[in-house]
């Protein structure tokens, strides 16, 4: 049996300015980059770890999920785990007020685009 080879969906240009895209060439990225955005949600936890220490169900990994737009804006933060826990209030909270991210692109052009980021909080022992 031969092996199919993954083909790359193109999306039609008149798509790319108003659909929300799963699938993209180069992810949305905080401005900064990875490291950048690692400080910036270190910053926020230690803020409030006192408030997330007292919050048993914030222990463990939540994952958000929100759309960047064209321009690098952010809508629609939602967490996906630790639903109402003290950490999901606090990260999403922060992606909420944070800078304007650099957003997906297809060949080249920006587009709008879901992305998802996690953060793992464990106790101190």
Do not use: H
């Not at 969906?9 to 905080?30: G, I, N, Y």
């Amino acid at each position: 049996m031969a092996q199919q080879k993954d083909s790359i969906v193109k999306v039609p240009v008149s798509q790319l300015d108003s659909s929300v895209l799963t699938k993209v060439e180069v992810e949305a990225s905080f401005p900064g980059g990875e490291n950048a955005w690692n400080e910036y949600i270190r910053i926020a936890i230690e803020k409030n770890i006192k408030k997330i220490m007292r919050n048993k169900p914030s222990v463990g990994t939540c994952e958000v999920q929100f759309i960047v737009d064209r321009d690098g804006t952010i809508t629609n933060v939602e967490a996906l785990t630790l639903k109402n826990s003290t950490l999901a209030e606090i990260f999403t909270d922060a992606i909420k007020k944070g800078p304007r991210w650099k957003p997906a692109t297809i060949d080249g052009k920006p587009v709008k685009a879901w992305r998802r980021q996690k953060v793992t909080f464990r106790a101190p022992d």
